[in-house]
């Protein structure tokens, strides 16, 4: 792939640039290209999501997000305050989470970067026994889906404010997920931004661990050469079976999002991985 700005009719229909990825070792500020401000608290009195809820305790890595400073609107501030400390969580690394106590029982998947929430708050409605632990750094699509779930009466969701490494690594217990879900992460298109990529080894030798057997690992790109690499890891990992002998076809249970109609609007052909945990 070449190292040149893409152009608007090559950038990829991904989702805010707001999905944690894995990348080993430390990270200097080099490492980054810029040293990263302070995050300034939406919150300050504890009532919405933390702007930095792991501080300093935790390792800085390459990250494949930036947290874009969008605009709140007072509607998702409202949600936010009301409802984040019923359904909210902060990804601080400090205690382990319980999944069966926080989910009432139900089995749980972890959705990984959801921008506005609209297929999430979709899919909790289609399947209410199931738990979604939607992962995310972006404010508004926070509060938006705070106010899905409550509007629809949603008690399925809980949202997580944070990296999504430091949940699975230091928060979440071995084999305590159905499921994980990554759509339309950013796929970083330049070959010297590609380490940014949440789909890598590393990351799924952490992911592998937090599923429990049967689990069901659901990738969905319209990036043709991140598809590519998604399929070549998702196979490599030995503790994976692919459902399909390549990419799958879209499951019905995985809502249209506007990301997936901009890549089609572009001609990009979207594809889907379905690969499930094998037994312990």
């Known amino acids: 792939m070449s190292d040149n700005p893409a152009t608007p009719e090559s950038v990829p229909a991904s989702?805010?640039?707001?999905?944690?990825?894995?990348?080993?070792?430390?990270?200097?500020?080099?490492?980054?290209?810029?040293?990263?401000p302070a995050p300034k608290a939406m919150f300050p009195d504890g009532t919405g999501p933390a702007a930095d809820p792991a501080g300093s305790h935790h390792e800085r890595r390459i990250r494949s997000f930036q947290p874009r400073r969008?605009?709140?609107?007072?509607?998702?501030?409202?949600?936010?305050?009301?409802?984040?400390?019923k359904w909210g969580l902060d990804i601080d690394g400090l205690c382990k989470i319980d999944l069966t106590e926080l989910f009432e029982g139900r089995p749980v998947v972890l959705e990984i970067g959801f921008g506005m929430g609209e297929a999430?708050?979709?899919?909790?409605?289609?399947?209410?026994?199931t738990g979604?632990?939607?992962?995310?750094?972006?404010?508004?699509?926070q509060g938006n889906l705070l106010g899905l779930a409550e509007r629809n009466g949603l008690s399925n969701i809980?949202?997580?404010?944070?990296?999504?490494?430091?949940?699975?690594?230091?928060?979440l217990a071995p084999g305590s997920l159905a499921g994980l879900r990554v759509y339309f992460p950013d796929p970083w298109p330049k070959k010297r931004h590609?380490?940014?990529?949440?789909?890598?080894?590393?990351?799924?030798?952490?992911?592998?661990?937090?599923?429990?057997?049967?689990?069901?690992?659901?990738?969905?790109t319209d990036w043709e050469?991140?598809?590519?690499?998604?399929?070549?890891?998702?196979?490599?990992?030995?503790?994976?079976?692919?459902?399909?002998?390549?990419?799958?076809?879209?499951?019905?249970?995985?809502?249209?999002?506007?990301?997936?109609?901009?890549?089609?609007?572009?001609?990009?052909?979207?594809?889907?991985?379905?690969?499930?945990?094998?037994?312990?």
């Open 15 to 36: 989702g805010p640039e707001s999905v944690p990825a894995f990348s080993p070792g430390g990270a200097t500020a080099a490492d980054e290209g810029r040293s990263r």
């Open 70 to 85: 969008s605009r709140v609107s007072p509607g998702q501030a409202d949600a936010l305050r009301r409802l984040w400390p």
């Open 120 to 129: 999430t708050a979709q899919m909790a409605a289609d399947d209410p026994d």
């Open 132 to 141: 979604i632990l939607a992962c995310d750094v972006h404010t508004p699509g």
């Open 158 to 171: 809980r949202v997580a404010n944070g990296d999504a490494i430091i949940l699975l690594r230091e928060m």
């Open 194 to 220: 590609h380490k940014r990529r949440l789909i890598q080894p590393e990351f799924l030798s952490l992911v592998t661990t937090r599923l429990a057997p049967g689990a069901l690992v659901h990738c969905a």
């Open 225 to 280: 050469p991140y598809a590519e690499q998604m399929l070549e890891v998702l196979s490599a990992e030995p503790t994976l079976e692919n459902e399909y002998s390549g990419y799958a076809p879209r499951p019905d249970f995985r809502p249209f999002t506007k990301f997936e109609g901009q890549g089609l609007d572009k001609g990009h052909t979207v594809h889907d991985l379905l690969f499930r945990r094998r037994p312990a």
